[in-house]
């Protein structure tokens, strides 16, 4: 695949962002995501440059990903 099949150029394009409940009120360094869209492809986002650049993940990239950290400091 090429760079330009796993990101989003201009994420403001899409609605749905969330970001963790994990994530404070103060700005802090999150990220969001956005999994209503297309459950297969799951874009990712600064929560800081919402029309900035989006990495997207397979759906089973993602999960992992999710798994892995949802045990940290726990």
């Known amino acids: 695949m090429k760079r330009s099949e796993h990101t989003i150029p201009d994420t403001s ?11 404070g009120d ?10 209503a869209a297309r459950p297969s492809h799951i874009p990712v986002r600064d929560s800081k440059n919402p029309t900035g650049p989006a990495i997207v993940f ?16 726990h």
Do not use: H, M
Not at 59 to 73: E, H, K, L, N, R
């Open 13 to 23: 394009v899409l609605s749905a962002w969330r970001k963790s409940t994990y994530s």
């Open 26 to 35: 103060s700005g802090g360094n999150c990220l969001e995501v956005n999994d």
């Open 58 to 73: 397979s759906a089973p990239a993602w999960q992992a990903f999710v798994g892995a950290v949802g045990g940290i400091g």
